[in-house]
C-alpha cells in the first residue's frame, strides 16, 4: 500500500484506526493485527527512547532513522509526526522530504512553538496562523508527489479558544492541507462544534489519548460523528508501561519469570514472528 491507498481509505466508510507504534516489531504486531494504517507517535518515541516526556525532545533524525527501520520491515500506510517540522519552513521542507525519502506516507506538522508539549499538556503556546501557513505551503511545495499527505495540526483550542483554532483550521485548509487534526477538542460539544464546520469537507483526525483532553471514544462512535481518521498514539506505549511493571515487580518477587508466563511468548513463538525460520532458511541460499 501507499500514500494513495491512504488517501482513498481516508475518504471510506470505513473510519481509518492507526495504533501508535514507535519501533519495527510494535509496526509488525500492529500489522499482523489487520490495521490498515499506522501512526508513528513523536511522543512515543520520547517515552521508550528516552524514557521522557513529550517535550520536544526527539529530534528529526530520531524520527527518521526509526522510520527507515519501520518501513523495512511493513509495507503498511504510515502518518508520522513531524511536531513542529523541527524549525521554521525551511526545516519543514528538509523534514518532509526526509521522511517522504524514508516511508512516509502522511505527514503531521502543529502549529505550536518550539519546543513542543504533548497535546494534552497544559500551557501550550502557538505561533501566528500565517507562519503555519506558510510552513503548510512548504511543505506540500517539497512533498514528491500528492501521494504523500499533508495532516495540519492545530493547538489552539487551549490557548487561544475553539473559535480561534477552528478558524485556524479553515486557513490550513485554504492552504492545501489534505487532513484536519483539531488537538484536545476538550467536550463533546466542541467536538460537535468541529464537526458542524468541517464534516465532509476535508477528512478530519481525531487522537484518543487514555486520561487526556478529548472524550474517549470508539471508532464506531467516531466514524458516526464523521471523522475520517482515528488515532491511539500513546496506548501502546500506556499498555506496555503497565505490562513490564507488572513483569519486572513479579520476577524480583519470585526470582523466576514462570508466573508469567501464559502472558509470554516463548522463544520459538518470539522467533516465527519476527521470522527467524525465513531469515536464516535465506542465509542458506548464499552459503558457499
Same mark, same amino acid.
Given at each position: ?30 500489522? /499482523? ?7 508513528? %507517535? ?77 497535546? /494534552? ?39 487561544? #479558544? ?26 463533546? =460539544?466542541?467536538?460537535? =462544534? ?11 483526525? =481525531? ?42 515487580? %513479579?520476577?524480583?518477587? /519470585? ?13 520459538? #513463538? ?19
Amino acid at each position: 500500500m501507499s500514500g494513495s491507498d491512504l488517501r482513498a481509505l481516508l475518504a471510506g466508510p470505513p473510519i481509518v484506526v492507526a495504533p501508535g507504534i514507535y519501533d519495527a516489531l510494535t509496526a509488525l504486531l500492529a500489522s /499482523h493485527a489487520g490495521f490498515k494504517a499506522l501512526y508513528l %507517535s513523536g511522543a512515543s518515541i520520547a517515552y521508550t527512547r528516552f524514557g521522557r516526556p513529550d517535550l520536544g525532545l526527539v529530534g528529526m533524525d530520531e524520527v527518521a532513522e526509526t522510520l527507515m527501520a519501520i518501513r523495512e520491515r511493513v509495507g503498511t500506510p504510515i502518518v508520522v509526526d513531524a511536531d513542529t517540522g523541527f524549525g521554521n519552513a525551511l526545516n519543514v521542507q528538509r523534514t518532509v522530504k526526509r521522511f517522504a525519502r524514508a516511508g512516509a506516507d502522511a505527514i503531521q506538522l502543529e502549529d505550536q512553538t518550539f519546543p513542543k508539549r504533548c497535546g /494534552h499538556l497544559d500551557e501550550k503556546r502557538v505561533v501566528p496562523a500565517a507562519e503555519m501557513v506558510g510552513k503548510i505551503k512548504a511543505a506540500l511545495d517539497a512533498r514528491p508527489s500528492a501521494d504523500v499527505l499533508v495532516v495540519a495540526r492545530t493547538d489552539a483550542v487551549g490557548p487561544e #479558544g475553539l473559535p480561534a483554532a477552528l478558524d485556524r483550521a479553515e486557513a490550513y485548509r485554504d492552504a492545501g492541507a489534505d487532513v484536519l487534526f483539531i488537538e484536545a477538542l476538550r467536550s463533546d =460539544a466542541e467536538i460537535a =462544534a468541529a464537526m458542524r464546520r468541517f464534516r465532509d469537507r476535508i477528512p478530519l483526525l =481525531a487522537n484518543m489519548v487514555e486520561g487526556g483532553k478529548t472524550p474517549m471514544k470508539s471508532a464506531a462512535e467516531l466514524q458516526a460523528l464523521g471523522f475520517s481518521l482515528a488515532i491511539f498514539p500513546g496506548g501502546t506505549v500506556r499498555f506496555l508501561a503497565r505490562g513490564l511493571a507488572d513483569y519486572y515487580a %513479579s520476577l524480583a518477587q /519470585h526470582g523466576t519469570t514462570a508466573p508469567m508466563r501464559d502472558r509470554m511468548l516463548d522463544f520459538d #513463538g518470539l522467533n516465527a514472528l519476527i521470522g527467524t525460520p525465513e531469515m536464516l532458511a535465506l542465509g542458506k541460499k548464499y552459503e558457499g
